[in-house]
């Protein structure tokens, strides 16, 4: 443990802040793996989960490696260095944060020589868990930096009454704050840090649990509650797990075995769902029972003066003593709960049932598989087999079967790779004969199983209307006994080597299979109709020699290649006048997945930011395709630009008030319409930015040879034949090509990433030139992937086309594009700064700048909401510019001084020496700063 900067040198000779952080800033990789070692690069993040609250997953709390800032947007907890960071997560001040950085980093504290950079740290090696807490650990920190005391502590003890970890509550206005503090063995010493042990963490009362080994087990949802429960039931040994409702996977369950389980959770639906993954986990652990208490039942045990009350959302252990319940009452009804199964009337187990021996076992309830030739001729389906008693002898009996649903197989329980996220694989047919294989979220079976069941009928599957027969449709799909497991991934596209689409993954999958899982149904209408040889003879080979149809599906097959090759998303839009055919480009690119009819693959823009998030989750390295951008509207038209590019929605609350992941994609889309994402945004009263321009690449539809969009059509045919041909050849073969080229990228995955990257970074380099802007170059990568993507399409034999077909198809595209730029190769944001200066002395010239020859002249027009004024020089008239009013409305959506840069860069404003601004005495005789915009305003290039 770094000692404190406060008795080793006085405050004065401490080095500064900047330096530290810049220090710390140039080890980067190092810091963030001591501080933060369970986290990871991402871009130019480092993403990881805040070890000062109960966080489930990385991703809110992220640290920018460029600068250091770093934030927490579930929290609003922020820094702008790695000095507060430290601070942040050590739960110390600023100045304590220095000195253990510099420690850190070897630095001396005064010096000012900025350190080599650090090699990356080993978390293992550098910091470790030191729990049970050593007797020569410092005391723990008695309060947290950001807030405060906290208002109780639980302190979780091993068997043998040795501290584990602390769980710290801090009351807020308005909710809590619930922290673990550890003690962590660091290169410096022991120390303690707000941040949970590692996985799998203890549970809270094992101490209990070893005073009493003969008593049963209750387990409650938090600490509170656990120690409330302590408290009323003697006869009981108490736990819970750490981290809340959520966390229970988290935890070692391994001191349940052998051991009669209860589990008591809040009343609510996170309750429900933490009672079941407690059931389940106790289980696996060995437990030797495990039974869930209803928190209504006991609720229901309050005096009668209370009975009538309606339980209180989220009503738990800790609320029974308030409530009034008879301690013995509880007891009681607790000890019913616990008793063996087989002493309870009208128990049953959900085993399958089993047929007596010599008449010696007795029958069993549970569910069965009924096939077609059943000889009592029974439809075919799943049934739930009830057993009941004989009035006469009191003997158990098998019960009349009752339908459950038509046949209906589980296959397997799916997990993804984190070990989260379980399900059950199912298998069914239709009453038409076609098979579905669906991969069933396990969570989709909460709340009655609506759901799940809402989804099964929409694809075919026939259930029950009785609600009691209905309602065991869960627990035949969860209580299926299943030595298979699958992998399971939460969207389309490249995991790892395979690529996984609705109903197939394409790759070796290696030991098991990996598969789609999702609760929403195939909504990216993939399909195929006609074969690969059709699709190559009437599609693909007429479009070659047309810029825009070959440039539209390379597109395709470059959606494809984006998780392959690491690109980042983005779109092109096809802008032109009505009937050009810019809907058949669309078609056309469509039909490499799937039909362009009406319902089809092709999307439309009329959609909300909202749905179309969803609409872009659902095509994860699959082309997206947008009709009509007109049809979108305008004030979203910003929003949606970034929204598709970026690859993430919008960060969301659950029901109780937790961050739920964003929907995340990767997508490449294909637009069109006649106007485009700017013109949008100009019609809402807003500006194009020039990251609209580069996420989303305007490209004329009109490809110059009077045909529209078509540089040549079949001899003897109009343009307009022939793009009802095209339409009529993707009506009949469509969707093969996709999985033809998947085929051959899957192959060898390795050698298609490797060449992607290469041509890429070659093509890229040959479009933009050696001068063009970032902005441009960002562009020419996107187009190069194009016509890679296009070049190995070719090579796999998919379209039929020459090797150069899609790189010159690509070359004319994005020469168009560049010629219709109005900065060509520069950045776009000084041309845009230039033409609003412009528009708005052309609107605004006479009537909001007075002339200065007339300014004393009583008898001259008002100049009302004056901004300056005008007057005449030797070259034109020029315009002088009140600064606010430069600020405020010329420079209107623009940085006003990076504006003002830019027109005296361009010679079209003269400044006063360091200052935009110039002295000038008005024709009222006062002195005021303008901005003096010279004529040539109106002849200057940025």
Request: net charge neutral; charged share 25%.
């Amino acid at each position: 443990m770094a000692d404190s900067p406060k008795q080793d040198r006085p405050r004065a000779q401490r080095q500064s802040f900047a330096t530290i952080a810049a220090a710390a800033l140039a080890s980067v990789d190092a810091v963030l793996s001591r501080w933060l070692p369970e986290g990871k690069r991402e871009g130019h993040e480092w993403t990881a989960r805040n070890p000062t609250r109960a966080d489930n997953r990385a991703g809110s709390f992220r640290v920018n490696l460029k600068s250091g800032r770093w934030s927490d947007f579930a929290t609003g907890d922020r820094g702008g260095d790695l000095v507060s960071l430290v601070a942040y997560l050590d739960g110390c001040t600023q100045g304590t944060a220095a000195d253990a950085l510099a420690v850190f980093l070897g630095i001396q504290s005064g010096t000012t020589d900025a350190p080599k950079p650090a090699k990356a740290a080993k978390p293992a090696a550098e910091s470790s868990p030191a729990s049970p807490v050593p007797t020569d650990a410092p005391p723990a920190p008695a309060a947290h930096s950001k807030h405060g005391r906290p208002a109780t502590v639980w302190v979780y003890r091993d068997s043998e009454g040795r501290e584990l970890v602390r769980v710290c509550r801090f009351d807020k206005p308005g909710g809590k704050d619930v922290l673990p503090l550890s003690c962590w063995r660091d290169p410096g010493g022991l120390r303690w840090h707000w941040r949970a042990l590692p996985e799998p963490r203890p549970l809270y009362g094992l101490d209990r649990l070893a005073e009493r080994p003969a008593a049963p087990v209750l387990v409650t949802e938090g600490e509170k509650d656990a120690d409330g429960a302590a408290a009323l039931l003697p006869g009981f040994a108490v736990v819970t797990s750490p981290g809340g409702a959520r966390s229970a996977a988290k935890a070692d369950w391994a001191p349940l075995r052998g051991r009669r389980v209860l589990v008591w959770p809040d009343g609510d639906a996170p309750g429900a769902a933490y009672a079941a993954d407690v059931a389940r986990l106790a289980k696996a652990a060995g437990a030797l029972s495990v039974a869930i208490v209803k928190p209504e039942d006991l609720a229901a045990l309050r005096p009668a003066e209370r009975a009538a009350e309606p339980m209180p959302d989220g009503w738990g252990a800790a609320d029974a003593a308030p409530a009034g319940i008879p301690t013995d009452a509880l007891a009681a009804a607790l000890d019913a709960l616990q008793a063996p199964a087989a002493t309870k009337p009208g128990a049953r187990r959900a085993k399958a049932p089993q047929g007596r021996e010599g008449g010696s076992s007795a029958p069993r309830a549970g569910f069965v598989l009924i096939g077609p030739d059943d000889h009592r001729g029974l439809r075919p389906g799943v049934y739930w087999c009830p057993v009941g008693s004989d009035r006469a002898t009191g003997e158990a009996v098998e019960g009349e079967p009752q339908f459950i649903c038509s046949p209906l197989r589980v296959e397997a329980k799916t997990r993804d790779a984190a070990g989260g996220e379980w399900g059950r694989l199912l298998t069914w047919t239709d009453a038409e004969g076609r098979a579905h294989t669906w991969a069933m979220p396990a969570s989709m079976t909460a709340r009655g199983g609506d759901e799940l069941r809402e989804h099964l009928l929409s694809e075919g599957l026939e259930i029950a209307t009785d609600p009691n027969r209905r309602r065991r449709l869960a627990d035949y799909i969860m209580g299926a006994e299943l030595d298979r497991f699958a992998r399971c991934v939460a969207r389309t596209g490249w995991h790892g080597g395979v690529f996984v689409l609705p109903d197939r993954t394409i790759g070796d999958t290696g030991a098991e299979p990996v598969i789609l899982q999702t609760g929403a149904g195939d909504g990216t209408k993939l399909a195929t109709a006609g074969t690969l040889d059709d699709w190559r003879a009437s599609v693909a080979l007429p479009c070659a020699g047309n810029s825009r149809l070959v440039f539209a599906l390379s597109l395709g097959f470059a959606a494809v290649c984006l998780g392959l090759c690491g690109a980042e998303g983005g779109g092109f839009h096809l802008r032109g006048r009505s009937s050009a055919g810019k809907s058949t480009a669309l078609a056309v690119a469509a039909s490499i997945f799937g039909p362009a009819a009406p319902d089809g693959y092709v999307r439309q823009w009329k959609a909300t930011d909202n749905s179309l998030e969803s609409v872009a989750a659902l095509h994860s390295d699959l082309l997206l395709c947008l009709d009509e951008i007109g049809q979108l509207e305008a004030r979203s038209a910003a929003g949606v630009a970034y929204l598709l590019a970026n690859g993430a929605g919008k960060s969301r609350a659950r029901r109780d008030g937790s961050l739920r992941a964003p929907a995340t994609w990767r997508v490449l889309f294909l637009s069109n319409g006649e106007i485009g994402l700017g013109d949008l945004m100009t019609e809402a009263g807003g500006r194009a930015r020039a990251g609209m321009e580069v996420r989303v690449v305007d490209i004329p539809a009109d490809a110059g040879a009077g045909l529209g969009l078509f540089d040549h059509v079949p001899e003897g045919q109009t343009p307009g034949a022939f793009a009802d041909a095209l339409r009529a050849a993707v009506r009949k073969h469509h969707g093969t090509a996709l999985l033809a080229y998947l085929e051959a990228l899957a192959a060898d995955p390795d050698g298609m990433r490797a060449y992607l990257v290469r041509y890429i970074g070659t093509f890229a380099d040959e479009l933009a030139g050696s001068s063009a802007a970032g902005q441009v170059r960002r562009v020419a990568q996107r187009f190069a992937l194009v016509a890679a993507a296009g070049v190995l399409a070719s090579h796999a034999g998919v379209t039929g086309w020459d090797s150069e077909e899609a790189p010159q198809a690509v070359r004319r595209c994005f020469a168009d594009w560049l010629a219709a730029r109005p900065a060509g190769r520069g950045e776009s944001e000084p041309a845009d700064m230039l033409a609003a200066v412009r528009h708005f002395l052309e609107q605004n010239g006479e009537a909001r700048f007075a002339g200065w020859d007339r300014g004393e002249d009583d008898r001259a027009p008002r100049t009302l909401a004056r901004c300056g004024w005008r007057r005449k020089s030797d070259t034109g008239q020029e315009f002088l510019i009140y600064p606010e009013s430069f600020r405020q409305e010329v420079c209107k959506g623009f940085d006003a001084r990076e504006v003002a840069r830019v027109l005296a860069r361009c010679g079209a404003l003269q400044p006063e020496g360091d200052s935009m601004t110039r002295t000038v005495r008005l024709p009222s005789g006062e002195k005021a700063r303008v901005y003096r915009v010279l004529p040539t305003i109106w002849e200057v290039e940025p």
